[in-house]
């Protein structure tokens, strides 16, 4: 194996930008339906992997919500979160920023408090059994109506110890993060950090509007903010993080071709990018296997995976002494590791 594969492999990684919901794989899936007596459209295991075949995030979205059907209990929530970290120590992850959507779940009537508490449980045995180290961001589904948006949040401030930031995830094109401006607003007043997604498949003015009306301190996505040079002065003046999945970006459709990918002209105008999965079960890959896949499709250089590996520690909401102890590690790390 060649020097660049081997230290994306080995170095300490973060991961920022990821849906816990969107880790279910399709043997989980089967097993949890069984479990709970879920009664799910798929036959078998390789009937669910063929349904992963989207031509747009509208596509993968209503598979995604379809999946979260099977889970139930609180033990469902443990057993998907503890089952990525399991992965995440194998692949050398120190930190996660974990996205949940709980109107996914309260909408089919599961409690609010049983989605968070399996998430916390699996968090805490994973510090305590790997070292990871991790904050919960909580989404707002943004095709849904911003009264329920409301209603979500409220539920979050009984909770605020477990949750670090919000977020603005699902379909969109026509759902402008100014339609969440009050509800960001009162999560902002109440002490939530907050990020969105935008510029995935909606414009450039989208980011904007995450930065001006959402006051977001990172951009998840964000890669057609290229298509405005006064907005990509902005971001890198203001260092603002962009949270990139680049294999998320091909099976969308947002990028067919990882030859074309913007990751490296986002570098290049001094971007502080980073590398995610985003839904790894249902995008083929997790944290390493985008890392290997961005970096053979653009020829990445040691010294721009180093760059990608060291951004999601800065850009991590970890506290200023954590983030200084992740980064001297992370820099001691590629100081001793050889190219031989
Ligand atoms: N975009 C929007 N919503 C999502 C995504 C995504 O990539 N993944 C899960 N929900
Ligand atoms: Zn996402």
Same mark, same amino acid.
């Given at each position: 194996?060649?020097?660049?594969?081997?230290?994306?492999?080995?170095?300490?990684?973060?991961?920022?930008?990821?849906?816990?919901?969107? @880790?279910?794989?399709?043997?989980?899936?089967?097993? $949890?339906?069984?479990?709970?007596?879920?009664?799910?459209?798929?036959?078998?295991?390789? +009937?669910?992997? !063929?349904?992963?075949?989207?031509?747009?995030?509208?596509?993968?979205?209503?598979?995604?919500?379809?999946?979260?059907?099977?889970?139930?209990?609180?033990?469902?929530?443990?057993?998907?979160?503890?089952?990525?970290? @399991?992965?995440?120590?194998?692949?050398?992850?120190?930190?996660?920023?974990? *996205?949940?959507? #709980?109107?996914?779940?309260?909408?089919?009537?599961?409690?609010?408090?049983?989605?968070?508490?399996?998430?916390?449980?699996?968090?805490?045995?994973? &510090?305590?059994?790997?070292?990871?180290?991790?904050?919960?961001?909580?989404?707002?589904?943004?095709?849904?109506?911003?009264?329920?948006?409301?209603?979500?949040?409220? %539920?979050?401030?009984?909770?605020?110890?477990?949750?670090?930031?919000?977020? $603005?995830? /699902? /379909?969109? &094109?026509?759902?402008?993060?100014?339609?969440?401006?009050?509800?960001?607003?009162?999560?902002?007043? =109440?002490?939530?950090?907050?990020? +969105?997604?935008?510029?995935?498949?909606?414009?450039?003015?989208?980011?904007?509007?995450?930065?001006?009306?959402?006051?977001?301190?990172?951009?998840?996505?964000?890669?057609?903010?290229?298509?405005?040079?006064?907005?990509?002065?902005?971001?890198?003046?203001?260092?603002? #993080?962009?949270?990139?999945? #680049?294999?998320?970006?091909?099976?969308? %459709?947002?990028?067919?071709?990882?030859? %074309?990918?913007?990751?490296?002209?986002?570098?290049?105008?001094?971007?502080?990018?980073?590398? =995610?999965?985003?839904?790894?079960?249902?995008?083929?890959?997790?944290?390493?296997?985008? *890392?290997?896949?961005?970096?053979?499709?653009?020829?990445?250089?040691?010294?721009?995976?180093?760059?990608?590996? !060291? =951004?999601?520690?800065?850009?991590?909401?970890?506290?200023?002494?954590?983030? %200084?102890?992740? $980064?001297?590690?992370?820099?001691? *790390?590629?100081?001793?590791?050889?190219?031989?």
């Amino acid at each position: 194996m060649d020097a660049i594969r081997r230290l994306i492999k080995a170095m300490p990684k973060a991961e920022l930008h990821l849906h816990i919901e969107g @880790t279910l794989e399709p043997e989980m899936m089967m097993q $949890l339906a069984v479990r709970n007596g879920i009664k799910l459209p798929y036959a078998d295991v390789e +009937a669910i992997r !063929r349904a992963f075949a989207f031509g747009s995030l509208q596509d993968f979205l209503d598979v995604y919500y379809a999946g979260m059907s099977v889970l139930v209990t609180s033990r469902d929530f443990f057993d998907l979160a503890f089952a990525y970290l @399991t992965r995440m120590h194998a692949e050398n992850v120190r930190h996660v920023e974990i *996205f949940f959507d #709980p109107q996914g779940h309260t909408s089919r009537g599961i409690s609010f408090d049983t989605v968070l508490s399996g998430l916390v449980d699996a968090l805490e045995r994973a &510090k305590r059994d790997y070292g990871i180290t991790s904050k919960l961001i909580m989404c707002f589904l943004r095709h849904l109506p911003e009264d329920d948006a409301f209603v979500t949040l409220k %539920q979050a401030c009984r909770c605020k110890e477990h949750i670090f930031a919000v977020g $603005l995830d /699902s /379909s969109e &094109k026509a759902h402008p993060p100014s339609k969440f401006s009050r509800v960001f607003r009162e999560a902002r007043e =109440n002490g939530f950090v907050t990020v +969105a997604h935008a510029g995935e498949e909606g414009p450039p003015s989208y980011v904007c509007e995450a930065l001006d009306d959402l006051e977001v301190k990172r951009v998840d996505h964000g890669n057609r903010a290229l298509e405005d040079a006064s907005l990509v002065q902005r971001l890198v003046r203001d260092e603002i #993080p962009m949270t990139v999945c #680049p294999l998320s970006n091909q099976r969308l %459709q947002v990028c067919p071709d990882l030859t %074309q990918h913007p990751l490296r002209r986002m570098l290049k105008a001094g971007m502080r990018v980073t590398v =995610n999965s985003d839904d790894p079960s249902y995008f083929g890959g997790y944290l390493t296997d985008n *890392f290997l896949a961005i970096q053979s499709a653009l020829s990445l250089d040691r010294s721009e995976i180093v760059t990608l590996g !060291r =951004n999601a520690f800065l850009s991590s909401f970890m506290d200023d002494a954590d983030k %200084q102890a992740a $980064l001297d590690a992370f820099n001691a *790390f590629v100081a001793g590791f050889g190219d031989s």
